[in-house]
């Protein structure tokens, strides 16, 4: 717009008229904006606080070009008429720049509770990364328990292969020590056998020897009854010699085949 010179008022009043109407849609919809960021703060809702304030910095930004077209209009008004100018915009004026205030108070509170939620975010993203260093740790150690009992495990199946093999072992011991036990009471058996054995064989020997001298001194008195019977007196006293002879020479065989 120019403003080379002051206009009458027929002339202001037209385009006063249109920034007046300007003033008040863009001051109601800035409003209706902060009241729509309020209210999506309380549900904690940022995806929508943020499209709302894209919105309501267009708007911003249409509501200050406004006041600045209505600047310049002021500056063209007629000294007479500056009252009345002032008179006619001074409520949307005021509406106009109370809802831009209200809105930049508004702004100011969402900067700090985003850079309260930013030093939240940072301290929950780095009290998730201690969770999650934790949780690692805490996976490590499972592993290295896991592994832990595998080897114990393996250590004792192995323990019990190695007793199982040292009970076979001592039962192998155990029944050859039966085995050599019974052989022993077999060989003792042997040997008391022979013992015996040959104490028989020394018993009969003593036994040959002695029935031998009962032979021998039958011989004479058999002699003699066989002499009697064949001769008398004289038959008996021969044949008892004869027995003697018998007997001396039967005792002297048994001896040499005692002794044989």
């Known amino acids: 717009m120019e403003h080379n010179s002051k206009q009458s008022w027929k ?54 070009a406004t006041l600045k077209d209505l600047r310049e209009i002021e500056a063209k008004v007629q000294r007479h008429d500056v009252d009345k100018f002032k008179r006619s915009i001074a409520d949307i004026k005021k509406d106009a720049l109370n809802v831009l205030k209200e809105y930049q108070d508004l702004e100011n509170k969402i900067k700090l509770v985003k850079e309260n939620e930013t030093s939240k975010s940072d301290d929950e993203r780095k009290r998730m990364e201690d969770e999650e260093e934790a949780m690692n740790e805490l996976s490590r150690q499972m592993l290295e328990i896991k592994q832990d009992n595998e080897q114990i495990q393996m250590v004792a199946a192995e323990m019990e292969r190695l007793e199982n093999n040292i009970h076979e072992v001592n039962e192998i011991f155990t029944d050859l020590a039966q085995i050599v036990h019974a052989q022993g009471e077999t060989v003792s058996t042997i040997e008391d056998n022979i013992e015996t054995a040959h104490e028989n064989v020394i018993a009969g020997e003593s036994q040959l020897a002695k029935a031998a001298k009962y032979k021998a001194g039958m011989y004479p008195l058999i002699g003699a009854v066989a002499g009697i019977c064949v001769g008398g007196p004289i038959g008996a006293l021969a044949g008892f010699k004869m027995g003697s002879v018998a007997a001396v020479t039967g005792t002297i065989i048994g001896k040499n085949r005692v002794y044989l």
């Open 11 to 64: 002339w202001i009043e037209p385009p006063l008229n249109t920034i007046k109407d300007l003033l008040l849609h863009h001051s109601s919809n800035l409003r209706k904006q902060k009241n729509a960021i309020i209210k999506e703060q309380r549900l904690n809702n940022w995806h929508a606080i943020n499209q709302e304030q894209i919105n309501a910095s267009r708007t911003v930004k249409q509501l200050n």
